[in-house]
């Protein structure tokens, strides 16, 4: 199985945030910056089902270049690769970061069988980029789900919903979007 993950920088939770002179952004000078919580669980997932089924990792990040910093993390937990698609500085809405993650992965050479999203960005709460993605590259697409399994190229994927759960068979290849809280991460 190939697996590319897709992973935001955001400020470290539990800072203390202070703005900008002109009051429009988050002033990031004395922040720490981390992998968004849904996507810490998204790259554990795909290092568990490489170890139960075989397969390779891709992490993949858009932003600056200190956005390195979360890939290089990424792979001390065991990622194989890496891809950074640098950018100036802008801010990117989700369908202009999507458009991005499109083009990269139909430049890659060998196709991904499962692309894993967090949830939902911790900074910005948007929830769109995989769901846009999915539907960018005609994949079925499953979002919010808190469990996984992968059987004879299907992904078994189980959300909660009020009063229950719903359980979902897909064809890979396909986007998932993982919630915090399907597995505990590991540290590298």
């Not at 200190?66 to 990117?92: F, K, N, P, V, Y």
Request: aromatic share 4%; with cysteine.
């Amino acid at each position: 199985m190939n697996l590319l993950i897709c992973v935001k920088r955001v400020p470290a939770t539990g800072g203390k945030m202070t703005l900008t002179a002109d009051a429009q952004a988050i002033d990031t000078r004395h922040l720490g910056f981390t992998i968004s919580p849904h996507e810490e669980c998204a790259l554990e997932e795909a290092l568990r089902i490489v170890a139960a089924h075989g397969g390779s990792t891709t992490v993949l990040t858009l932003g600056v270049q200190e956005a390195s910093e979360q890939l290089r993390d990424a792979m001390a937990l065991g990622i194989d690769a890496a891809i950074h698609l640098l950018t100036d500085g802008r801010e990117w809405d989700a369908l202009a970061t999507a458009d991005a993650i499109v083009e990269a992965v139909r430049a890659e050479a060998t196709p991904f069988d499962l692309l894993l999203f967090g949830n939902e960005a911790a900074d910005t709460g948007d929830y769109q980029v995989g769901v846009r993605v999915a539907h960018a590259l005609d994949l079925p697409c499953v979002t919010g789900i808190k469990a996984l399994d992968i059987k004879n190229g299907t992904a078994i994927a189980k959300r909660e919903v009020s009063g229950g759960a719903e359980i979902f068979e897909v064809a890979l290849p396909a986007v998932l979007t993982v919630k915090e809280g399907i597995n505990l991460p590991r540290y590298p």
